[in-house]
């Protein structure tokens, strides 16, 4: 059975430019949620879509945005890259209504 | 103040002592709480999940949860090197909040041969 598959893994972009990351989760998995992780602050939910609608949002300012396809694929978007966004980008997936949530490795995220 | 607080570590411990790892949070609007174990340039991994006050063991692991206390423990027994991680603690306030974990920062573990 695969994994929750991130793509890609390594990643590195220039003060202001936009990046867009992507999430393919376990077969049968409709929700999928991202997380950011950094030294400083550990693991911050960003956001959570369920069948294409964004059920809950974290504290991140607008610049960060998500969508969700109809095959439960999701997408993250940054624009305006700042130096703090360095990070690495966590996706997990779980059933409906289930807390076992299945963490990708994850995108890391090098702003210079 | 951060609503989960968790002990950074690092911890270090002989093969074969018990590990013993803590939380602590402060709303007690949270209901659900897991374990979570992640090696390095990997995703965490979901070890326990737990829903109400009291014990929960799962082979060598064991979780205990007292929302009188809004304090949370994971004892790992037989710790072996490949136990070596960060773990991290985290919490839900339920269906209501969907998906949305707020974690600990974590506590790294090594466990020597």
């Known amino acids: 059975k695969a994994g929750v598959t991130q793509t890609p893994r390594y990643l590195i972009k220039t003060r202001g430019q936009q990046v867009t990351l992507s999430c393919s989760p376990i077969?049968?998995?409709?929700?999928v949620s991202w997380y950011q992780q950094t030294p400083g602050q550990g693991l911050q939910f960003l956001f959570e879509?369920?069948?294409?609608?964004?059920?809950n949002k974290g504290n991140f300012p607008g610049r960060f945005s998500g969508r969700q396809f109809s095959n439960s694929r999701s997408e993250m978007n940054v624009s305006t890259l700042e130096l703090g966004d360095s990070a690495l980008y966590l996706c997990?997936?779980?059933?409906?209504?289930?807390?076992?949530?299945?963490f990708g490795s994850g995108t890391r995220l090098t702003v210079v | 103040q951060k609503e989960v607080e968790q002990d950074p570590g690092p911890l270090s411990v002989p093969e074969g002592a018990i590990v013993s790892l803590n939380c602590t949070y402060s709303?007690?609007?949270?209901?659900?709480f897991m374990w979570y174990r992640q090696y390095s340039r990997k995703g965490p991994e979901l070890l326990m999940y737990?829903?109400?006050?009291g014990n929960k063991e799962d082979g060598r692991f064991t979780a205990q949860v007292d929302k009188s206390s809004k304090y949370i423990s994971l004892f790992i027994r037989d710790s072996q090197p490949s136990d070596s991680a960060t773990y991290l603690c985290?919490?839900?306030?339920?269906?209501?909040?969907?998906?949305?974990?707020?974690f600990g920062g974590g506590t790294r573990v090594l466990v020597k041969p």
């Open positions: 737990t829903y109400s006050s």
């Open positions: 985290a919490v839900n306030t339920g269906r209501a909040a969907g998906n949305k974990l707020t």
């Open positions: 709303n007690s609007a949270f209901q659900y």
């Open positions: 077969s049968g998995h409709r929700s």
């Open positions: 879509y369920f069948s294409e609608t964004q059920r």
């Open positions: 997990a997936s779980s059933l409906e209504n289930s807390y076992g949530y299945t």
